[in-house]
């Protein structure tokens, strides 16, 4: 009775992880290039929208495949509490580490200007 004991424990501790053993090379395979290149942006001023609203701009100094960032003499545009718009100020934050997975936008400084909501139905 013991040996059915053994190999029933055996077995419900060993069915379930079969997935992760052999795969070293297949990470290698998995692996994919950013599908954004952000080498080109290196040393200069990027604008970067994060989920929540918040938007920051700085020097990108560095980035990994996770899309992680590395902003310098970054400044954050701050929003009005009571609206959800841009307001006109704005704080220093210096060195700052973007988590990947919070951005949402990332555009050169140089170029980028706000229009009008094309949606917004206009009185006339």
Known sequence: MSEKKSAAS????GGGGGGGSGGGDNKEKRRKESILDLSK???KTIRVKFSGGREAAGVLKGYDPLL???LDNTIEF?????DYKLADDTRHLG???????SVVLICP????ES???????QEG
């Open 115 to 121: 229009i009008q909501n094309p949606f917004i139905a």
């Open 78 to 82: 701050l929003r009005d509490p009571d």
């Open 10 to 13: 055996g077995n419900s501790t």
């Open 41 to 43: 942006y290196l040393e």
């Open 95 to 101: 060195l700052v580490v973007c988590r990947g997975t």
């Open 109 to 112: 400084q140089d170029g980028m």
């Open 68 to 70: 992680n960032l590395v």
